[in-house]
Antibody, heavy 119, light 110 residues
Framework: QVQLQQWGAGLLRPSETLSLTCAVY????????WNWIRQSPGKGLEWIGE???????RYNPSLTSRVTISVYTSKNQFSLNLTSVTAADTAVYYCARANFEYSSSSDYWGQGTLVTVSS | QSALTQPRSVSGSPGQSVTISCTGTSSDVGGYKYVSWYQQHPGKAPKLMIY???QRPSGVPDRFSGSKSGNTASLTISGLQADDEADYYC??????????FGGGTELTVL
């Protein structure tokens, strides 16, 4: 059974850097891409970006200047850094597995981390 | 890259069928077969219900079906059950290795 467990700071000041980490338990880590997706309060989902075990990344064009996704293959972990945050970055952030068997749709998700940006 | 357009809410009675639409452009929904649908209950992470427009992952009931015509994809839920009450999101490949989601539809089972 695949499980994703995520953690990171939940309260940030404007201009700080958001940092989250996601650990993957079970299943193959190297055989998939790994997503970060966020959901602003009362709003829809937004794809942030993805990474594979080799470190190849793909980012949402609207966030690419502020986003870095990194992978730590030996630990089966990957992380998200989002710089210069503002109130607009307040959201629940999810990590998820992009399964090639499902054409890279996300079939396993972390529990979500609420990140609030406030002065 | 704009969000896909979904109705804010739909409703139906137990046993009935409902359809949720997801409208994009020829650069996303209309251009690829990679449309997915997710179900999200309050306070929970989304759950994959449909991928590749009409395919169901293992474990998803066949009451859930998907289709696409032009730039609009649709999710149909037949034989509505109380537990189907949730938010539903569509997603599409948008080219250049990027993905876009819809704004979500709240399904109420009357």
């Amino acid at each position: 059974q695949v499980q994703l467990q995520q953690w990171g700071a939940g309260l940030l000041r404007p201009s700080e850097t958001l940092s989250l980490t996601c650990a993957v338990y079970g299943g193959s880590f190297s055989g998939h891409y790994w997503n970060w997706i966020r959901q602003s309060p009362g709003k829809g989902l937004e794809w942030i970006g993805e990474i594979n075990s080799s470190g190849m990344t793909r980012y949402n064009p609207s966030l690419t200047s502020r986003v870095t996704i990194s992978v730590y293959t030996s630990k089966n972990q990957f992380s998200l850094n989002l710089t210069s945050v503002t109130a607009a970055d307040t959201a629940v952030y999810y990590c998820a597995r992009a399964n090639f068997e499902y054409s890279s749709s996300s079939d396993y998700w972390g529990q979500g981390t609420l990140v609030t940006v406030s002065s | 890259q704009s969000a896909l357009t979904q109705p804010r809410s739909v409703s139906g009675s137990p046993g009935q069928s409902v359809t949720i639409s997801c409208t994009g452009t020829s650069s996303d929904v209309g251009g690829y077969k990679y449309v997915s649908w997710y179900q999200q209950h309050p306070g929970k992470a989304p759950k994959l219900m449909i991928y590749d427009v009409s395919q169901r992952p293992s474990g998803v009931p066949d009451r859930f079906s998907g289709s696409k015509s032009g730039n609009t994809a649709s999710l149909t839920i037949s034989g509505l059950q109380a537990d189907d009450e949730a938010d539903y999101y569509c997603s599409s490949y948008a080219g250049s290795y990027s993905w876009v989601f819809g704004g979500g539809t709240e399904l109420t089972v009357l």
